[in-house]
C-alpha cells in the first residue's frame, strides 16, 4: 500500500526509482514468485508507465525492468527484438548477454554470435563485460563441437568390425539340400540363397517406385550456411507495442451467482406418471395359475 500510494502521489523527477525499489521489494519478500507476489503484474505496469520517456532508453534500471518482464513472456526473443527497434538498451551489454543466452539455449549458435557481433560493434557498455561473455561463448561452442566429433569418430570404429562380417538377410529364399528330403539351411549368407531373390526386385516395379518416392533430402545446417547467403544483419521491425504476456490464469471478471439457476417449475410437481405396460406377456407357472383360479 506505501509504494501504491507512492506510486499515485509521486511528484519527483525521477518516477522510475519508485518502481525500481517496489520490485526489488516483491522479489525480497516474496523469493519463490508465483501468484501471491504479482510481480508479473507489478512488471507490466512499470514497463507500460514509463514507456513513452526516451531519457530511461539508455538507463541500466529501466533495461533491467524490461528483461525481468521478458521472463514473463511466452516469447522472450519478441521482447528483445522490440527492444532493439526501439533502441532500448541497445548501448548497453545485458542487453546482447541475454538475447544471446536464450538464443545459445535454443541451440541457435549463428545467430546468438551474431548478436555478440552486434553489441560488438555498438561498444556496449560495459565492454569488457560483454567481451568476457563473448570469449566464454566461444569457447563453450568449441567444446561442443569437438565432443560432437570425438562421438561421431568413436561409433565410426566401432561400426567397422561390424562390416567386415557377412551381414545374414531376413526373409530370404534358401537354397534346399539334397535330393530325395529337401532340407533348408541354417546360413542365410553367401551361395545358400537362391538366385530368386535378387529378380524379386525387378519384377516389382511397383515397390521399386515406392522407395524412390520416399526418399528425401536432409537438411544439413553446415551444407545451407556454406552453399546460402550469410545470416542477414539485424534491421529495426517496425513494433508498435510490446509483445503481450503469458495468459493470467483465476483472474476471471466476478458476476451474479444466481445467473445459473433454472426457475422451479410447480407446473408437474403433483402430477403422476402413467405407467406403460409391457409389450410381452411374463411366464408363469402353471401350478401357480391353478392356485389363482
Not at 232 to 240: D, F, G, K, N
Not at 245 to 262: F, V
Request: neutral net charge; hydrophobic residues 30%; proline residues 7%.
Amino acid at each position: 500500500r506505501e509504494f501504491e500510494s507512492e506510486i499515485r502521489f509521486y511528484s519527483g523527477d525521477d518516477p522510475l526509482d519508485v518502481w525500481d525499489r517496489y520490485i526489488k521489494w516483491t522479489e525480497q519478500t516474496f523469493p519463490q514468485g508465483g501468484k501471491e507476489s504479482n510481480l508479473s503484474a507489478v512488471l507490466e505496469r512499470a514497463v507500460k508507465a514509463l514507456n513513452e520517456q526516451q531519457r530511461y532508453y539508455k538507463d541500466p534500471r529501466y533495461l533491467n525492468l524490461w528483461l525481468k518482464f521478458g521472463n514473463c513472456c511466452n516469447e522472450p526473443l519478441d521482447l528483445y527484438s522490440y527492444l532493439h527497434s526501439q533502441e532500448i538498451g541497445t548501448t548497453l551489454a545485458q542487453l546482447y548477454i541475454t538475447w544471446a543466452e536464450e538464443l545459445e539455449a535454443r541451440g541457435s549458435f549463428k545467430k546468438a554470435d551474431l548478436i555478440f557481433q552486434e553489441g560488438l560493434q555498438r561498444k556496449a557498455e560495459p565492454l569488457d563485460k560483454l567481451q568476457s561473455h563473448h570469449r566464454q561463448f566461444q569457447a563453450r561452442v568449441s567444446r561442443q563441437t569437438l565432443l560432437g566429433l570425438e562421438e561421431a569418430a568413436d561409433e565410426k570404429d566401432i561400426d567397422l568390425p561390424r562390416t567386415s562380417e557377412p551381414q545374414r538377410s531376413s526373409l530370404a529364399d534358401l537354397k534346399g539340400r539334397g535330393k530325395k528330403n529337401v532340407v533348408a539351411p541354417i546360413s542365410r549368407v553367401g551361395d545358400a540363397l537362391k538366385a530368386t531373390n535378387q529378380n524379386r526386385s525387378l519384377q516389382n516395379p511397383a515397390s521399386q517406385q515406392l522407395s524412390n518416392n520416399l526418399r528425401f533430402a536432409v537438411f544439413d545446417e553446415n551444407s545451407a550456411s556454406a552453399s546460402g547467403p550469410g545470416i542477414p544483419a539485424l534491421t529495426p521491425q517496425s513494433w508498435t507495442a510490446p509483445p503481450a504476456p503469458k495468459a493470467k490464469e483465476n483472474e476471471l471478471s466476478a458476476g451474479p451467482w444466481n445467473s445459473g439457476r433454472r426457475p422451479r417449475s410447480n407446473a408437474n410437481s403433483g402430477m403422476e406418471v402413467p405407467c406403460t405396460l409391457p409389450n410381452f406377456i411374463p411366464y408363469v407357472e402353471e401350478s401357480a395359475l391353478q392356485q389363482v383360479m
